[in-house]
């Protein structure tokens, strides 16, 4: 046997077309990898930085003002600041004090319902319940913390109150033998 699809076959035409076929891909395949070559040597020389002087003018973008720069720096700074606050009133309620700032940012991805309540003054924001009943327990202790605070929403005069619905970790638990 042999690895020749028409070998079997006494066709010298059909031998020959497939053996230009044959050649006629293996000619494909040495262009495209010549290309291939001459576009990993370009690639190479192309410089990985580039200055801003060396940038065209319609490739350069807008640098922020200083002022504006400023202004960025302070919020991230302030939210920074929030947040870290926030990760040691959670640290508290927590046996793993590693685990308080991955809660705390999961907070922030978690959704939440806002419901404005302008006859009673609030606008109460409840959470979604958290993965499991002991990051529950730990965000209670954070939102009883917040709700403390009486904090009110900018520009209105509804407080802020925060709440989590109630799950089964905050059952008390039943003696079923009693009498």
Do not use: C
Not at 15 to 31: C, D, F, G, N, Y
Not at 38 to 52: F, N
Not at 107 to 124: H, K, M, Q, Y
Not at 130 to 135: E, H, K, S, T, V
């Amino acid at each position: 046997h042999t690895l020749h699809p028409i070998a079997d076959r006494d066709d010298s035409d059909a031998i020959a077309r497939w053996e230009q076929q044959q050649s006629k891909l293996r000619e494909t395949v040495e262009l495209l990898e010549h290309d291939l070559k001459q576009v990993q040597q370009q690639r190479k020389a192309t410089p990985h930085h580039l200055a801003w002087e060396e940038l065209e003018t319609q490739d350069k973008f807008e640098r922020l003002a200083p002022s504006r720069k400023r202004l960025l720096d302070t919020v991230k700074l302030i939210a920074y600041r929030a947040e870290t606050a926030m990760v040691t009133i959670v640290r508290s309620a927590l046996a793993r004090k590693d685990d308080a700032r991955a809660l705390v940012r999961d907070l922030f991805r978690s959704p939440a319902d806002i419901t404005p309540d302008a006859v009673s003054g609030e606008l109460r924001i409840q959470l979604h319940s958290l993965a499991n009943p002991r990051n529950n327990r730990a965000l209670r202790v954070l939102l009883e913390e917040l709700n403390a605070a009486e904090m009110t929403y900018p520009g209105t005069q509804l407080k802020l109150v925060y709440s989590l619905p109630a799950g089964p970790d905050d059952e008390k638990p039943t003696n079923s033998f009693s009498a």
